[in-house]
């Protein structure tokens, strides 16, 4: 049987989830493919780093390309949604796998509150997606400012469609910095779609680890 999660050796019967395998697998494909552009597009930083022996810290335009400050943040935005997406889609096949609930239960409205509590606290078991569902749940999956929810302040509000790119610590990354607005403060947590990517291969590529 796959093992679709690593860390906590969770195989699932390709016979009970054929068809969140395949999606499954499209995901990781497209992750990938995310991944390998961001860090074609970190690779001159660092070696520019490395032959001068410095760290970069660079916040706003100027850095990459015009096509790369277009593009980049978008390789966030499609990252933070797939690999948000690509978990849950584990919680699921997880529950269905354990013995949580049936697939004909899963189809039932009475159990709908206990599959998703389910799938949401397996993401929220998983450390490394912690900044990355934040950027999800306000950014990526839609701008706060569209749909605003008690305490979005408006810093928040504001930082919701901006995804200004800052390269420190050796990677390209979303947040880290306190945004005001109108008397509020709001600070969304930085993280790096390499970095990201290298970490949850532990659990779900690991062929992608071996080969870091």
């Given amino acids: 049987m796959p093992i679709i999660d690593y860390v906590t050796r969770l195989s699932v019967d390709e016979a009970l989830g054929l068809n969140e395998l395949t999606t499954l697998s499209c995901l990781s494909s497209g992750l990938s493919a995310l991944t390998q552009?961001?860090?074609?597009?970190?690779?001159?930083?660092?070696?520019?780093?490395?032959?001068?022996?410095?760290?970069?810290?660079?916040?706003?335009?100027?850095?990459?390309?015009?096509?790369q400050e277009e593009l980049v943040p978008c390789y966030f935005h499609w990252f933070g949604t797939s690999v948000c997406?690509?978990?849950?889609?584990?919680?699921?096949?997880?529950?269905?796998?354990?013995?949580e609930f049936t697939r004909e239960q899963a189809a039932d409205p009475a159990f709908h509150a206990k599959v998703k509590t389910h799938c949401s606290n397996y993401v929220d078991s998983i450390p490394e997606l912690a900044p990355i569902k934040v950027w999800r749940n306000k950014v990526f999956a839609h701008f706060a400012a569209t749909d605003?929810?008690?305490?979005?302040?408006?810093?928040?509000?504001?930082?919701s469609v901006m995804s200004p790119i800052t390269f420190m610590n050796g990677r390209l990354r979303v947040g880290g910095l306190i945004q005001g607005s109108s008397g509020a403060e709001a600070e969304l947590p930085n993280w790096s779609v390499t970095e990201s990517y290298e970490r949850l291969s532990r659990r779900y590529w690991p062929q992608d680890a071996a080969d870091a």
């Fill in 37 to 67: 552009q961001v860090a074609l597009a970190e690779a001159p930083i660092i070696k520019h780093e490395e032959e001068n022996q410095k760290r970069v810290f660079f916040f706003g335009f100027g850095l990459l390309s015009q096509e």
């Fill in 148 to 159: 605003p929810r008690p305490g979005d302040n408006a810093a928040l509000l504001d930082s």
């Fill in 85 to 99: 997406n690509y978990a849950r889609l584990v919680g699921f096949l997880s529950g269905l796998a354990q013995g």
